[in-house]
C-alpha cells in the first residue's frame, strides 16, 4: 500500500509569516504531485501541481518537489487568516489515475 | 462554466436502506473518481470511472458498494444496505482524460449520516 505521509499540525503561524507544508512520499516511480485546500466542511480545492523537480511559484504558493528525497512542501508567503484549512498533499501512483492523499496539515493563520 | 455537480449535498439514512449518490462531471471532462472521507479521516479512492465503464475499483469494498457512469446521465454510486460505519462524505472528482498529468477537479460532496 503507497502511503502519503503528512504532519496533521495544527501548524500556527502569525498573519505575513511563511507557511510551510511538509509531505513524503513511498512511492519512488510517481510522478504527479498535488496540494489541496481544504476548509471545514467543504470539498477540497486544488492549489498547485508539479511534476518536475525544482520549484513551482504561482503567487503567494510555491511548491517543491524532490524525488530523490521523496519529499515535496508547500510554501505560503504572507499567510493571512483566510489561508487557515487543512492542506492535502496527493499523489499520482504510477500506472494509476487515482490518488493518493494525505491526512491532511491543518494551518491556522493568526491575525 | 459549473463544475463539478453532486446530489444531494446531504442524505440521510437509517440501516438497511439504500443511498444512491450522483456525480456529473464538469463539461468537457468523461473521466469520474469517487473518493470517501471518513470524520477526521484523509480521502480515500474508490473508484474510477469513464462512461459505461469502471477502470479501477481497487478502493471499493467487496459488498454493498457499486459505481456506474452510464452513457447518458451522471455517474451514481450506489450503497446497499447501509450501516453507521458507512457515514462519511462522499466526494466526485472529473478530469478531462486520463493523462498522468491530469488534475482532478473536486465536487461539493454528499454528506451521508446513517442513524
Known amino acids: 500500500q503507497k502511503e502519503v505521509e503528512q504532519n496533521s499540525g495544527p501548524l500556527s503561524v502569525p498573519e505575513g509569516a511563511i507557511a510551510s507544508l511538509n509531505c513524503t512520499y513511498s512511492d519512488r516511480g510517481s510522478q504527479s504531485f498535488f496540494w489541496y485546500r481544504q476548509y471545514s466542511g467543504k470539498s477540497p480545492e486544488l492549489i498547485m501541481s508539479i511534476y518536475s523537480n525544482g520549484d513551482k511559484e504561482d503567487g503567494r504558493f510555491t511548491a517543491q518537489l524532490n524525488k530523490a528525497s521523496q519529499y515535496v512542501s508547500l510554501l505560503i508567503r504572507d499567510s493571512q487568516p483566510s489561508d487557515s484549512a487543512t492542506y492535502l498533499c496527493?499523489?499520482?501512483?504510477?500506472?494509476?489515475?487515482?490518488?493518493?492523499f494525505g491526512t491532511g496539515t491543518r494551518l491556522l493563520v493568526s491575525p | 462554466n459549473a463544475g463539478v455537480m453532486q446530489n444531494p449535498r446531504h442524505l440521510v439514512r437509517r440501516r438497511g436502506q439504500e443511498a444512491r449518490l450522483r456525480c456529473s462531471p464538469m463539461?468537457?471532462?468523461?473521466?469520474v473518481y469517487w473518493y470517501r472521507q471518513l470524520p477526521e479521516e484523509g480521502l480515500k479512492f474508490m473508484v474510477y470511472l469513464q462512461k459505461e465503464n469502471i477502470i479501477d475499483e481497487s478502493g471499493m469494498p467487496k459488498e454493498r458498494f457499486s459505481a456506474e457512469f452510464p452513457k447518458e446521465g451522471p455517474s451514481i454510486l450506489r450503497i446497499q444496505q447501509v450501516v453507521r460505519g458507512d457515514s462519511a462524505a462522499y466526494f466526485c472528482?472529473?478530469?478531462?482524460?486520463?493523462?498522468?498529468?491530469?488534475?482532478?477537479?473536486f465536487g461539493p460532496g454528499t454528506r451521508l449520516l446513517v442513524l
Open positions: 472528482a472529473s478530469s478531462v482524460g486520463g493523462l498522468y498529468q491530469e488534475t482532478q477537479y
Open positions: 463539461k468537457g471532462h468523461s473521466h
Open positions: 496527493a499523489v499520482r501512483e504510477t500506472g494509476f489515475q487515482k490518488l493518493v
